[in-house]
């Protein structure tokens, strides 16, 4: 029996949840004042809200499917939901640093820097790591970079998902 369900929906809908979910993580750090320099456990529940979102997209997927799922359909929606949440969260991330937080990347750079005087670095060294920081701090470079980063996310938690939850209807006779 050959698939008929398309996948796309389940892409877009949990693209959509994952771009939000992460928005919304991020107005709330903003709001209390840790984007800047956020908690190490910040890192883990966003880690924790991206893979559960994923899973939950391929989950749905499959119960969609009678249960059947392919390792390829899988990691195919895993990518699918973390391409689509990233162009989401770099959207955001745009309007954040050009219209509610102008001074961001200024701000950012403060506590980097005081993070390299804390760790002994002098002054010509903390130049040289701020001219190559800025060198990539281009809008352009910034979303290419967040969009790469969640799609090869996404496929290692989707790939890791998909191998777990694969059913076959080979495998239910």
Request: a negative charge; zero cysteines; charged letters at 10%.
């Amino acid at each position: 029996m050959e698939n008929q369900i398309s996948s796309k929906s389940f892409m877009v809908n949990n693209g959509i949840i994952l771009g939000v979910a992460s928005i919304l993580f991020a107005l709330v750090l903003y709001a209390t004042g840790n984007h800047l320099s956020p908690h190490w456990s910040v890192s883990i529940l966003n880690g924790i809200i991206f893979i559960g979102i994923i899973i939950y997209g391929i989950k749905q997927f499959k119960e969609a499917n009678d249960h059947f799922l392919s390792w390829g359909q899988g990691v195919k929606i895993g990518v699918g939901v973390a391409i689509v949440g990233s162009l989401i969260v770099v959207i955001y991330n745009y309007l954040f640093m050009n219209f509610i937080e102008p001074d961001f990347m200024n701000q950012m750079m403060e506590v980097q820097n005081q993070t390299y005087l804390d760790q002994g670095l002098t002054e010509e060294q903390i130049e040289a790591a701020n001219k190559m920081t800025s060198s990539f701090s281009t809008p352009g470079i910034m979303a290419a970079v967040g969009i790469i980063s969640y799609a090869i996310g996404g496929f290692i938690v989707s790939a890791i998902g998909a191998a777990i939850m694969k059913k076959s209807e080979e495998e239910t006779y």
